[in-house]
């Protein structure tokens, strides 16, 4: 596995997006993190159950936030991206700005 031949990593460090999956062992991103992962980037989009499946993403948000603790635990660094939505309205703009807590 590519983390085993990193580890121990003093030269390499890294970077990577990941999908969240709840199948990933917790000892999978030890290894990461021991092999110079400095960041990983993630392509949550919403916060909102609603939104996630009907954009397919195959997750809710809770599992979304227990992969994040898993990361955090593991002492990883993790971006993750979301999608706001605006929507014109007469008189203006009126920006969807509810944020979900994970």
Request: glycine share 10%; net charge positive.
């Amino acid at each position: 596995m590519l983390p085993d031949l990193l580890i121990p990593s003093n030269y390499v460090t890294w970077e990577a997006q990941i999908y969240i999956r709840n199948d990933i062992p917790e000892r999978l991103f030890a290894k990461m993190k021991a092999g110079g992962c400095v960041n990983l980037f993630i392509g949550l989009e919403s916060g909102s159950d609603v939104v996630l499946q009907a954009m397919g993403k195959g997750f809710t948000a809770g599992e979304a936030a227990g992969f994040l603790h898993k990361l955090d635990k593991a002492g990883l660094q993790s971006e993750i991206a979301l999608i706001t939505i605006s929507r014109r309205r007469r008189g203006g703009i009126s920006t969807n700005n509810r944020l979900y807590s994970l």
